[in-house]
């Protein structure tokens, strides 16, 4: 049980820890000029053009996390005398597969719809939304940056019903969520890095998500954080070419057809 305890923090705590690390590396690239050429947005617009201060995005980011590990726990505690005999018995390589499959397809099913809701609903997206949008340009620590309410009903939750469909433990939720948290971050680094796996692996990507950032996209490529099904299925897919900008660096242009 001890064991079991100690691989509840590490599930509540390490997505959390790979959140800042992740998007440290992220701002210690964006801080060499060399990796101006990879940007899809000149350096100076995260300045110019972003709504919210760098210190105000990383003061919500801290609340939103707060909410999460307080919610983590919470189903750890619930979900701990279920998944004993999980820890007990060990689990196979094909059944944990499937659990991940499971979660991602559950957290992409349930963020579509609500995020695409917080859109179409002006009440939700004036008072709500578009406080994750007041980053035009989006950069690495700012992807959990939102209204505690999203932060309850996209993230929170979102994350809650993938851990319990799936069924998976405490110890393979400490790998999903910290893959979760990596990709979450990458989608919103601002960078299009040559020989990236996430970009390799995913449509979904940086250059997917800076569309749906941008006001041309707004209504479109919804979907997060893993796949585009959702949206190819629904009608909400904006294919975008990359183009080399002048003056160094990428941007996503729609593909109008």
């Not at 505690?77 to 499959?101: C, K, M």
């Not at 609500?114 to 002006?122: E, F, L, Q, V």
């Not at 003056?247 to 593909?255: D, I, L, T």
Request: hydrophobic letters at 40%; one cysteine or more; aromatic letters at 14%.
């Amino acid at each position: 049980m001890a064991a079991f305890a100690s691989e509840e923090l590490l599930g509540t705590f390490v997505p959390v820890i790979v959140y800042w690390v992740y998007s440290g590396l992220y701002v210690l690239m964006g801080s060499i000029s060399r990796f101006d050429d990879y940007r899809l947005h000149p350096r100076k617009d995260e300045d110019t053009k972003n709504l919210a201060s760098k210190s105000t995005v990383v003061k919500g980011v801290l609340l939103q996390q707060a909410f999460q590990i307080a919610v983590s726990l919470f189903l750890f505690t619930v979900a701990r005398n279920n998944a004993t005999e999980t820890v007990t018995t060990g689990t196979s390589l094909i059944t944990l597969a499937g659990q991940f499959g499971v979660a991602m397809l559950v957290l992409d099913t349930w963020q579509y719809f609500i995020h695409r809701y917080m859109h179409i609903n002006k009440f939700l997206y004036r008072h709500v939304h578009s406080k994750h949008h007041r980053l035009v340009v989006p950069y690495a620590y700012g992807a959990l940056y939102n209204h505690p309410l999203e932060g309850l009903l996209l993230d929170t939750v979102g994350g809650a019903l993938s851990f319990l469909v799936s069924g998976m433990s405490p110890r393979i939720a400490i790998f999903f969520f910290s893959f979760a948290t990596i990709k979450t971050v990458d989608d919103h680094c601002g960078l299009w890095l040559p020989g990236n796996p996430l970009h390799v692996l995913f449509d979904n990507n940086s250059a997917y998500h800076d569309v749906h950032h941008q006001l041309y996209g707004n209504k479109y490529n919804f979907s997060q954080p893993f796949f585009i099904g959702w949206d190819k299925i629904l009608g909400t897919h904006m294919d975008y070419t990359l183009q080399k900008r002048k003056g160094g660096g990428f941007e996503a242009r729609p593909v109008k057809d």
